[in-house]
């Protein structure tokens, strides 16, 4: 662009600010983008993790209706000892 004096163009330089919450608030945008990305990507694998965690703090119930058995016979005697003792 040439002005009226000819000499030639001129570099503009527009300056402008920005606010620490305008910073923030992209920041917190990019990364919910990107965490709502990274779970469609690994959904299956966030989602087994979830399940193993919560079926681990109710141990004893799950295991107790997937384990069966049946007795065959019933000689001698039965001594019960509980799980973190060691006497009988």
């Known amino acids: 662009m040439e002005n009226r004096a000819g000499r030639g163009r001129r570099l503009a330089i527009y300056w402008f600010t920005v606010s620490y919450k305008r910073v923030f608030g992209w920041v917190l945008i990019i990364l919910l983008i990107g965490g709502l990305g990274g779970f469609a990507f690994f959904r299956d694998y966030v989602i087994q993790q979830y399940q193993r965690i919560f079926e681990q703090e109710s141990g004893p119930k799950a295991s107790i209706l997937v384990r069966s058995g049946r007795f ?6 039965v001594k019960v000892k509980k799980s973190n003792s060691v006497q009988w």
């Open 72 to 77: 065959v016979s019933i000689t001698g005697s």
